[in-house]
């Protein structure tokens, strides 16, 4: 089924497939491509991500997978009943890497330095980090609207209990966030019209986002479907948001935080509302919306018993996530004396 569909839309005759988690590599007449489900943006967002990686390819960015137009001229086609992009990744592939640098933030450096120029259509983005506290607060709102639905029902579930116990502490943190940011914009009104450290992103980077497909190109592999417009601090703060999730102690995790902080700003230097930017989204619980917003929206049940253990988890470990903040915020001391940070964020050791 999926062969036919490749090769009625593309005219790619499948000669071997792989998979990247959720990608399929598809090797064809030697060339390789890689077929990913686009999700649900609108169609005015993907064309958006194609520009840039037109953008990006044109400025010399390596390793941007070109999306390859179908026989009707879209880069969207129904492939086993969603709507997926194929990209060309065969020159990626047919070269050796030449970037030696391996560090992940000299290399997010120069990916944002490369993306600075790129003008996006605000019309499309719905503007960028000044828009944050906005989304913020209606998400916080439509969680909260679901917080007092969830406190009448008399049937409750492991993973409602959960969310019972956790979104009073997360609504506080979620409110602190929100006021950070307000200072920011009123302390820097210009900032917003000037567009500064506005950059391509990616909608969640993290240490698998750039595809490793095979021993030669080891996390090279950019996809313009995780392309985004917003400050660079998004890409940061998601990138120091994966480190504290992964398996280890808290100070093997806070030392990698440092060094890829460190290495990021050998290339791209941060400054005082830069630090005030990377703080106010660490302190906004996105992984916790997420979290929970997957949880009600799953009818899975083994799926949600995973979602439970993965509430109970992020919840437990809150103080541990309120340790790694003030550590990061440490790493910026003189950017500290002209920005106040939350009395929980300044005050406990």
């Given at each position: ?102 560090s992940a933030g000299r290399k997010l450096a120069r990916f ?21 506290q906005d989304r913020w607060i209606k998400r916080l709102d ?149 979290l929970v917003e997957e949880y009600y929206r799953t009818v ?50």
């Open positions: 089924m999926l062969e036919r569909q490749l090769y009625e839309n593309y005219r790619i005759s499948v000669d071997q497939m792989s998979f990247i988690g959720e990608d399929v590599v598809i090797n064809a007449g030697g060339k390789s491509y890689l077929l990913r489900n686009s999700g649900h943006l609108p169609p005015k967002k993907i064309e958006e991500q194609m520009l840039m990686a037109e953008y990006l390819i044109y400025n010399g960015e390596p390793h941007i997978a070109r999306p390859v137009l179908s026989q009707r001229e879209s880069y969207i086609s129904v492939i086993d009943g969603d709507s997926a992009i194929i990209y060309d990744i065969t020159n990626d592939l047919s070269q050796e890497s030449f970037q030696t640098d391996q944002h330095l490369k993306g600075e120029a790129f003008e996006a259509s605000h019309s499309v983005w719905n503007g960028t980090w000044y828009a944050w439509q969680l909260e609207n679901w917080y007092v639905k969830k406190q009448k029902d008399p049937y409750k579930t492991p993973g409602d209990e959960w969310f019972l116990l956790s979104f009073p502490y997360f609504l506080g943190v979620t409110e602190n966030a929100v006021q950070m940011m307000n200072t920011i914009q009123t302390n820097n009104p210009f900032l917003i019209r000037e567009g500064k450290g506005n950059t391509i992103c990616h909608q969640r980077f993290h240490e698998g986002c750039w595809l490793t497909v095979d021993e030669r190109h080891v996390g090279a592999v950019k996809v313009p479907s995780d392309f985004t417009y917003d400050h660079f601090t998004r890409d940061t703060t998601e990138y120091i948001r994966h480190l504290t999730a992964e398996p280890g102690s808290f100070n093997k995790k806070t030392k990698r935080i440092e060094r890829f902080l460190h290495r990021y700003q050998t290339i791209k230097p941060f400054d005082g509302v830069d630090f005030q930017l990377l703080i106010a989204r660490l302190a906004f619980p996105v992984h916790y919306f997420e899975d049940d083994e799926r949600k018993a995973v979602l439970e253990e993965d509430l109970s988890l992020l919840f437990t470990g809150a103080e541990e996530y309120e340790h790694t903040i003030r550590f990061v915020a440490s790493l910026f001391p003189d950017s500290k004396n002209i920005f106040a940070l939350p009395e929980w964020l300044s005050n406990k050791k």
